[in-house]
């Protein structure tokens, strides 16, 4: 199971590294394009470590709907502070 997470970890972080550098991407400041980005870039790592906290919390399996709602509030947090930040909204 571990192994499964690591790899779709994996291919989810390399896309998005190579995706978030497209000329198109880097000409238009919009407020949607940033939250996209950076909500995809940060969904893995929220999900990742949501995963180690409730594997340290808990005695048995995790269950991953708590898991994916704290990676979902965390990443879609941050990233409405990051596009308002960058296209500087109020």
């Not at 870039?41 to 180690?52: D, I, S």
Request: proline share 3%; aromatic share 16%.
């Amino acid at each position: 199971m571990i192994r499964i997470v690591s790899s779709i970890l994996i291919v989810v972080i390399s896309c998005g590294v190579v995706f978030a550098s497209t000329a198109e991407v880097a000409s238009q400041s919009n407020f949607w394009t940033e939250f996209d980005i950076t909500f995809w870039q940060t969904f893995p790592f929220a999900a990742f470590w949501g995963y180690v906290a409730a594997s340290q919390l808990s005695q048995g399996t995790v269950n991953w709907s708590p898991v994916l709602n704290f990676a979902l509030a965390v990443s879609a947090g941050n990233a409405f502070l990051h596009a308002r930040r960058v296209t500087k909204q109020p």
